[in-house]
């Protein structure tokens, strides 16, 4: 499992790298992040839901059914979309309530 950081789309916040349990990201001499060991990523998504650009995307290897699919979050208040770009071009998005998420 591993992340995809977009160069273009990072502003250079660093929240990710707060958040990575891993240590993983970086940040370069621009200032913008990147994933150091891009194998040793845990795949917790942790940066994702931190990242205030979707600058980051997980990637969803065919190991594991996602045939090379892409998933970012988008917050919207209480709820926090996963949108899944697939390679086809297709787009599937789960909403999921905050308020609800832990209530179990």
């Not at 916040?13 to 200032?31: A, E, F, M, Q, Y």
């Not at 086809?88 to 999921?96: A, F, K, P």
């Amino acid at each position: 499992m591993s992340i995809a950081i977009s160069s273009e789309k990072c502003i250079g916040c660093g929240r990710c790298k707060t958040v990575c349990p891993g240590s993983l990201i970086k940040l370069n001499d621009d200032g913008k992040a990147y994933i150091k060991y891009p194998k040793d990523c845990w795949g917790c998504t942790s940066c994702i839901k931190e990242c205030p650009v979707y600058a980051i995307r997980f990637y969803l290897g065919a190991d594991i059914g996602g045939a090379g699919s892409l998933v970012h979050t988008e917050p919207d208040g209480d709820i926090l979309r996963w949108v899944i770009d697939r390679p086809d071009g297709s787009r599937t998005e789960i909403d999921i309530d905050r308020r609800e998420s832990n209530k179990y």
